[in-house]
């Protein structure tokens, strides 16, 4: 095939996704619902990319990712090579290739993509190049690095966590990692479903750390099982990424309600017992129920399809805007349709309802009472959503999850040491003499 040939190759080779399990088939398990690209399959969905010189892709990555580069390399077979150009700007391309909204970052801004004939599979192919390669036996090559003697704690095993502890060993720092929870991973392990992101992917992201050098310190909290005073002392400075976990809930009435829980206790309860065989807990028991999901993005889409895998009779997601104002991946809306999940746009919960009275108490919630809402533009050009006068209903409802969204919830123990957080829980770093992820203490970014 000739040079001309194979850069218009995009015009008789169509844009094809990893083979995906129907819904029937995949709502009884809790396993990844695409199955990996062949080889062929890589290099074929590889070689439509355009390389157009302006890669509009890299640009729609929030990382910046050499994407026509490792696509290319992809294309000639040279996996590991792939894999490792990868490695450059993204310490966790194996878990982005499954989870990030690709649709809305590098595949949207796909020059092939903007011309309406589909965009490179560039999710599809990131996940097969990482898994191919440490199936290969690909592991970071760190002959190179010369040791510093310098030593970091990093507290919080989550993605931050992990992709701080991949760059410090890189650059020839020791590398502790503290996490209160038995496994590595954070919202990796505990919160993304294993219908998502497999929990075997994460562990072997362990095996691949560790053979780095990382350490990991595990089931102990900074601040209960080890004073944070201790890492000041031991280590030559501390990373904190302790992660969002702090739930909004809209301050609805009812939220003490039987049967209305937050979405992180929902959907880790539901790994742990997938994935490490505990009981399901009675919270998370919605068998046969109907069960109400408040929220609009991924989260809320974990819970609606989580809550189908569970046995729920019917599964609703109730957002305040339209469908386009989601800001959930369309794909993960597009999954959740095709199980079974229904959707009631433009509809604002406004309490959580047992006997139809807006009590709080023991009681079991029977229903959310709601408002249609409308979209209304206001002089800054924008839209806001308003609640319509008359056109409150209530939905029936046996089980509600709200997923709201999350803050940073920041340790105690960074106030007793003068860091100061944001309206938002946000830590505050940088500033006047430091460096842009240092903290008001000199020791801790």
């Given at each position: 095939?000739?040079?001309?040939?194979?850069?218009?190759?995009?015009?008789d080779?169509?844009?094809?996704?990893?083979?995906?399990?129907?819904a029937?088939?995949?709502?009884?398990?809790?396993r990844?619902?695409?199955?990996?690209?062949t080889p062929?399959?890589?290099?074929t969905?590889?070689?439509r990319?355009?390389?157009?010189?302006?890669?509009?892709?890299s640009?729609?990555?929030?990382?910046?990712?050499?994407?026509?580069?490792?696509l290319?390399?992809?294309?000639?077979?040279?996996?590991?090579?792939?894999?490792?150009?990868?490695?450059?700007?993204?310490?966790?391309p194996?878990?982005?290739?499954?989870?990030?909204?690709?649709?809305?970052?590098?595949?949207?801004?796909?020059?092939?993509?903007?011309?309406?004939?589909?965009?490179?599979?560039?999710?599809?192919?990131?996940?097969?190049?990482?898994?191919?390669?440490?199936?290969?036996?690909?592991?970071?090559?760190?002959?190179?690095?010369?040791?510093?003697?310098?030593?970091?704690?990093?507290?919080?095993?989550?993605?931050?966590?992990?992709?701080?502890?991949?760059?410090?060993?890189?650059?020839?720092?020791?590398?502790?990692?503290?996490?209160?929870?038995?496994?590595?991973?954070?919202?990796l392990?505990?919160?993304?479903?294993?219908?998502?992101?497999?929990?075997?992917?994460?562990?072997?992201?362990?095996?691949?750390?560790?053979?780095?050098?990382?350490?990991?310190?595990?089931?102990?909290?900074?601040?209960?099982?080890?004073?944070?005073?201790?890492?000041?002392?031991?280590?030559d400075?501390?990373?904190?990424?302790?992660?969002?976990?702090?739930?909004?809930?809209?301050?609805?009435?009812?939220?003490?309600?039987?049967?209305?829980?937050?979405?992180?206790?929902?959907?880790?309860?539901?790994?742990?017992?997938?994935?490490?065989?505990?009981?399901?807990?009675?919270?998370?028991?919605?068998?046969?129920?109907?069960?109400?999901?408040?929220?609009?993005?991924?989260?809320a889409?974990?819970?609606?399809?989580?809550?189908?895998?569970?046995?729920?009779?019917?599964?609703?997601?109730?957002?305040?805007?339209?469908?386009?104002?989601?800001?959930?991946?369309?794909?993960?809306?597009t999954?959740?349709?095709?199980?079974?999940?229904?959707?009631?746009?433009?509809?604002q919960?406004?309490?959580?309802?047992?006997?139809a009275?807006?009590?709080?108490?023991?009681?079991?919630?029977?229903?959310?009472?709601?408002?249609?809402?409308?979209?209304?533009?206001?002089?800054?050009?924008?839209?806001?959503?308003?609640?319509?006068?008359?056109s409150?209903?209530?939905?029936?409802?046996?089980?509600?999850?709200?997923?709201?969204?999350?803050?940073?919830?920041?340790?105690?123990?960074?106030g007793?040491?003068?860091?100061?957080?944001?309206?938002?829980?946000?830590?505050?770093?940088?500033?006047?003499?430091?460096?842009?992820?240092?903290?008001?203490?000199?020791?801790?970014?």
């Amino acid at each position: 095939m000739s040079g001309q040939d194979e850069l218009f190759r995009f015009l008789d080779t169509p844009r094809a996704l990893p083979a995906k399990q129907p819904a029937a088939e995949r709502v009884t398990h809790h396993r990844e619902i695409r199955g990996p690209f062949t080889p062929a399959d890589a290099t074929t969905q590889s070689s439509r990319c355009l390389d157009c010189g302006n890669p509009y892709c890299s640009r729609g990555c929030p990382l910046h990712n050499d994407i026509p580069g490792w696509l290319k390399l992809v294309r000639a077979g040279r996996i590991i090579e792939a894999c490792e150009r990868m490695h450059l700007t993204n310490p966790l391309p194996e878990i982005c290739g499954r989870v990030c909204p690709q649709e809305r970052l590098c595949e949207g801004a796909c020059t092939l993509q903007r011309g309406e004939l589909g965009a490179v599979t560039i999710g599809g192919v990131e996940r097969f190049a990482v898994d191919e390669a440490v199936r290969r036996g690909w592991r970071p090559d760190l002959s190179g690095v010369r040791e510093t003697g310098r030593r970091v704690a990093i507290v919080g095993a989550g993605p931050a966590g992990l992709a701080c502890a991949d760059r410090l060993r890189r650059a020839g720092i020791a590398a502790d990692v503290y996490d209160r929870h038995d496994e590595i991973g954070g919202l990796l392990m505990y919160g993304i479903p294993s219908f998502k992101l497999e929990k075997t992917v994460v562990l072997q992201r362990r095996r691949i750390l560790e053979g780095m050098g990382v350490r990991f310190h595990l089931g102990i909290e900074i601040g209960r099982d080890k004073a944070f005073a201790e890492l000041l002392d031991g280590y030559d400075a501390v990373f904190t990424a302790t992660g969002a976990y702090r739930t909004l809930d809209g301050d609805l009435p009812g939220l003490g309600l039987q049967g209305v829980q937050q979405a992180l206790p929902f959907l880790i309860g539901t790994t742990e017992s997938v994935h490490a065989g505990k009981p399901l807990a009675a919270a998370c028991d919605v068998t046969g129920r109907r069960v109400i999901v408040l929220g609009g993005g991924d989260t809320a889409m974990d819970c609606v399809r989580t809550a189908v895998r569970l046995g729920a009779r019917e599964v609703t997601c109730v957002y305040r805007r339209d469908e386009i104002g989601m800001p959930g991946s369309i794909n993960e809306v597009t999954h959740a349709r095709e199980e079974g999940v229904a959707f009631q746009y433009r509809c604002q919960p406004l309490a959580l309802l047992a006997n139809a009275l807006e009590v709080v108490g023991t009681q079991r919630v029977e229903g959310v009472r709601v408002s249609a809402t409308a979209e209304v533009a206001d002089t800054a050009t924008a839209a806001t959503w308003s609640n319509v006068p008359g056109s409150e209903r209530v939905l029936a409802a046996d089980a509600v999850i709200i997923a709201f969204g999350f803050r940073a919830a920041p340790p105690e123990w960074q106030g007793g040491l003068g860091i100061a957080s944001d309206t938002q829980g946000r830590t505050r770093v940088g500033g006047q003499g430091r460096m842009p992820q240092q903290t008001a203490h000199p020791k801790v970014f």
